[in-house]
């Protein structure tokens, strides 16, 4: 099987950071960024914590006609931003974008206070461009609504603690089944290439192809 197409035009900038070079220029929670990132055509937020949703970096890289898309608690930090809400979709262009559940089933920051709680309503996304689908999960544990997700690449936590574990996100891949997994939400804050190395290694095992960015 060839590797999707739009996985050749999709760069990791950190943690959980990336830009899909287009056109359309598009970032998912853009933070970190080195100066002289090139301008965003669409920016998706995926819940208000500060390494997901930074208003500093995506004024680096907005202009006039930049979209930014967010759930309604990291709009409130974002003037002018589209608020979308899981299970909904919306189109900017040519892209469809659809915002799928993100949230803690195992992961606590208190007894039974999750990091992300589902209530909260925080987002992963599923995007469709050319023809391809590319998700972006969020900080997400492995939920039970990945059974119905589908999509070419599938961009997943590893690292634990926040997030799934390599061992969980390995699972999830299971259930998504893309043509492609990449790991995400590691090198920084938590996280290493262990993670990365054990996710890997489980993914290829069950007959899932893993590209490291």
Known sequence: MSAPKLLAKLHRLSHDSF??????VIYFDPWK??????????????????????????????????????PPVAAEKLPGARILRPGKTTTVGD????????????????????????????????ITIGGERLYHAGDTDHIPEMV?????????????????????????????????AVPMHYGDIVGGNADVQRFKELCEQAGIAVTVL
């Open 33 to 70: 960024l080195a100066a002289g990132s090139p301008r965003a055509d669409l920016i998706l937020v995926s819940h208000e914590h500060f390494d997901h949703c930074s208003p500093e970096d995506i004024q680096k890289i907005s202009g006039p006609t930049t979209v930014v898309i967010a």
């Open 19 to 24: 830009r899909y070079d287009g056109p359309p």
């Open 148 to 180: 119905g997700f589908r999509c070419n690449v599938a961009l997943l936590p590893v690292s634990g603690t926040y997030v799934m574990t390599a061992d969980e996100a390995a699972a999830a891949a299971a259930d998504i089944k893309p043509d492609v």
């Open 95 to 126: 892209v469809t974008v659809e915002a799928v559940p993100a949230y803690n089933v195992n992961k606590f920051r208190s007894p039974g206070v999750p990091f992300h709680p589902k209530a909260a309503g925080h987002n992963g996304y599923i």
